[in-house]
C-alpha cells in the first residue's frame, strides 16, 4: 500500500521522485503476528536519516519524511526537524508529512462511523479495501474469505482486554467484512490528497 501511495503522490505532484520504500518499522517480532520484523525506534530513525542525508548528497533540494504505519511517526518528525534545522541555511528543506497516515485515517474512520459500518482497525475496513482496490485483482486479499473476516474487538486506548473473551486472533482487529474496492479507492484518494496538500503547505507550493 505504502508503494502505491507513494508513486501517487509524486505523480499527483508532478515534480517529485518517489524513494523506495523502508519495509520495516519500530516493532517486535511476537509469535501472535508471525512474519514480523521490526526495527527498534532507534535504529529506524538512524536509518531514514541516513537515507535522507544520502538524497540531499545526491542533489535533491526537498526531501519529505512519511510513514504508512503507527509505529515510527514521531521518529520521523524528529528526524525532519534536526535534518531541517541542519540543512535548511543550505536552501535545502527536511519536512514530515504525517497526514498521509494519521488525518486520512482518522478522518476516514470517522466517515465509516457516520455512515454506519462497524468498528474496525489493524486488517479492517480500511486496509482490507485499500488491498482490495489496490491489489484484488493480483491476490492481494483472499476475496473468498472476506465475507466471514470478522476479528477480535476493537478496544477503546487503555481498554484492558477482556480475559473472558474468546479470540479469534487472526490479525483481524473489528470487523473487516464490509469492505470493498470502492471504499478502498476513497481512503486512498484521501491520503494522496492529504498528503499533496500537506506537502504544497510544508514547502510552498513549487
Known amino acids: 500500500m505504502a508503494h502505491a501511495t507513494v508513486i501517487a503522490i509524486a505523480e499527483k505532484l508532478g515534480n517529485a521522485i518517489a524513494a523506495p520504500v523502508l519495509p520495516f518499522s519500530p516493532n517486535n517480532a511476537s509469535p501472535e ?6 526495527l527498534t525506534p532507534a535504529l529506524f530513525a538512524a536509518i531514514n536519516e541516513q ?30 526537524k534536526k535534518l531541517d534545522e541542519k540543512y535548511s541555511a543550505q536552501g535545502i528543506r527536511v519536512v514530515f508529512c504525517d497526514e498521509v497516515y494519521q488525518k486520512a485515517n482518522g478522518d476516514f474512520d470517522k466517515w ?17 479495501s485499500e488491498m482490495l482496490y489496490l491489489g484484488g485483482d493480483k491476490g492481494w ?24 473473551a474468546k479470540r ?4 483481524i482487529t473489528g470487523d ?14 484521501m491520503k494522496v490528497d492529504y498528503a499533496v496538500d500537506q506537502i504544497h503547505r510544508l514547502l510552498g507550493k513549487q
Open 168 to 171: 479469534i486472533n487472526n490479525g
Open 112 to 128: 465509516l462511523e457516520a455512515n454506519h459500518y462497524p468498528l474496525s482497525s489493524h486488517a479492517g475496513i480500511p486496509d482490507t
Open 141 to 164: 486479499v483472499r476475496k473468498d474469505l472476506v465475507a466471514t473476516a470478522l476479528g477480535d474487538p476493537v478496544r477503546k486506548p487503555g481498554e484492558a482486554r477482556d480475559p473472558n
Open 176 to 189: 473487516a467484512r464490509p469492505s470493498t474496492a470502492a471504499l478502498g479507492k476513497r481512503i486512498f484518494d
Open 33 to 38: 503476528h508471525p512474519g514480523t520484523i521490526g
Open 51 to 80: 537515507i535522507a542525508e544520502q538524497m540531499i548528497k545526491n542533489g535533491f533540494k526537498n526531501i519529505v519524511l512519511m510513514g504508512d504505519h503507527g509505529g515510527g511517526q514521531k521518529d520521523l518528525g524528529d528526524v525532519a
